[in-house]
């Protein structure tokens, strides 16, 4: 037999379906709570009718394959409303076209694919190269791992927005591709996406939007009367958008959307082929066989809560951030990177206050409250969403005094050099 290194077997007899549940059901107690609120990201609560409306799409579709559209031609028609929706929401015009994908990473490679083939095509470029701020999300870093390109990255400005000119020096006949975000994940401010996408266009390259995180907060922002800078497809040199649905969408895991100008720069990401054994062979993204479940979710939950319920939990999750940007800047110590104006909240030491973030964020975590950690300067992260509505309050009563214990950088080296 095989040397499982620890890893047990499969069983060789099967379990009745009570006790497999159980022992899933229990595995999950060590998980994040995410359901009382505590949780600052990774899971986006739209509440209890949300839930049912996407429980009962995933039990309808747990088990259907979106391969094939001919055999479901159901997912066709909920792809292409869930895509025409989105694009509408984007202020897309009737050449708007695009896919469901399975995340925002999936809709980035796409995009990323997408503009390396119209640079072959249209301009003969076989060492692409793409142009990026350090805030664009790692995805595009492995898009351009897996496709071979050249990223030439840039320095945010001081307030963590991508530097426009020094991204400019570093177009060139090469560029395929040019990043913008709208908001960048790691301060939550969003970049000057018109002069970006003229950037792009200057060359002849594509522009991408990253707003996996703005896609479905910025457009109800803009209803509800907040400040939102241009960044959609109204922007002259926009080609492509990504935008998740299972962020800010409110549907669970597995749904976002690209969108692209054209239908022809659509055309550029998908792969068709007809030589091999197996007949003809169509797909639109990096998946193979797809499943139905979250793009039925999305279809569900984007129904049942129309534009009207996005406003209402857009408008919750901004009061929600707002709070705690405004608390984090009331305590001693702790101050907030950027001035991001929507759901990403980054939090760091004051410069001289030498507080230790991940020790704080240890302290914060033994009362519930999950942040992700990020760097340069050590700091934590919230995604805030609906999802922390009625908690904030007591989260910063819990920061301050967290705060006021926590141990200082000084302290951290002390602990390293014990370590070693
Ligand atoms: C989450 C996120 C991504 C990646 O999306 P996944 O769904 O995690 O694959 C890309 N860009 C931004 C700005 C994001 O917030």
Redesign the pocket.
């Known amino acids: 037999m095989r040397d499982t290194d620890g890893m047990a077997a499969l069983g060789q007899q099967g379990r009745p379906v009570d006790e497999v549940i159980a022992e899933l059901t229990d595995k999950r107690s060590g998980d994040v709570k995410w359901s009382d609120g505590k949780t600052f990201g990774m899971v986006y609560d739209g509440g209890p009718s949300v839930h049912e409306v996407a429980e009962q799409a995933a039990r309808l579709y747990l088990h259907e394959n979106a391969l094939n559209t001919q055999a479901f031609p159901s997912l066709r028609q909920i792809q292409s409303d869930v895509v025409g929706w989105t694009a509408d929401l984007l202020n897309g015009d009737e050449n708007t076209a695009g896919f469901l994908t399975s ?3 999936e809709s ?1 490679l796409c995009g990323v694919l997408a503009a390396r083939k119209r640079g072959l095509a249209e301009r003969n470029i076989t060492e692409p190269e793409m142009v990026l701020s350090e805030s664009a ?1 790692a ?1 595009f870093h492995k898009a351009a791992d897996n496709f071979g390109l050249t990223v030439h990255k840039a320095p945010v400005r001081e307030d963590y927005t991508a530097n426009v000119e020094a991204m400019a020096s570093m177009v060139n006949d090469n560029t395929v591709l040019v990043v913008g ?1 709208a908001p ?2 790691p301060q939550g401010v969003q970049d000057d996406i018109p002069s970006i996408a003229a950037l792009a266009k200057s060359v002849g390259a594509n522009c991408h939007v ?1 707003a ?2 703005g896609g479905f907060v910025l457009p109800f922002a803009e209803r509800i009367g907040r400040d939102v800078l241009p960044w959609d497809f109204r922007v002259d040199g926009v080609t492509t958008i990504s935008a ?1 649905i ?2 800010l969408g409110y549907a669970p895991k597995g749904v ?1 959307v690209i969108l692209h100008n054209t239908k022809e720069s659509r055309k550029y990401q998908t792969f068709v082929f007809d030589d091999w054994l197996g007949g003809f062979y169509a797909s639109p993204n990096m998946q193979g066989t797809r499943s139905g479940l979250p793009m039925a979710c999305a279809w569900a939950v984007m129904q049942h809560l129309g534009v009207d319920g996005y406003i209402d939990l857009t408008q919750q999750t901004l009061v929600n951030a707002d709070l705690m940007r405004a608390g984090i800047m009331a305590v001693d110590g702790v101050r907030v990177l950027g001035e991001g104006q929507f759901h990403l909240v980054a939090m760091a030491a004051e410069p001289d206050s030498g507080i230790d973030m991940f020790a704080l964020g240890d302290a914060l975590l033994e009362r519930g409250w999950y942040h992700d950690r990020q760097t340069p300067p050590d700091n934590l992260h919230s995604t805030v969403s609906n999802t922390n509505t009625g908690v904030i309050d007591q989260y910063l009563v819990d920061l301050s005094e967290c705060v006021a214990t926590a141990g200082t950088t000084d302290d951290r080296s002390t602990t390293y050099a014990t370590l070693e």
């Open positions: 995340g925002g990473t980035i999300h995805a975000s960048q994940y990253d996996c995180m998740d299972h962020k976002s």
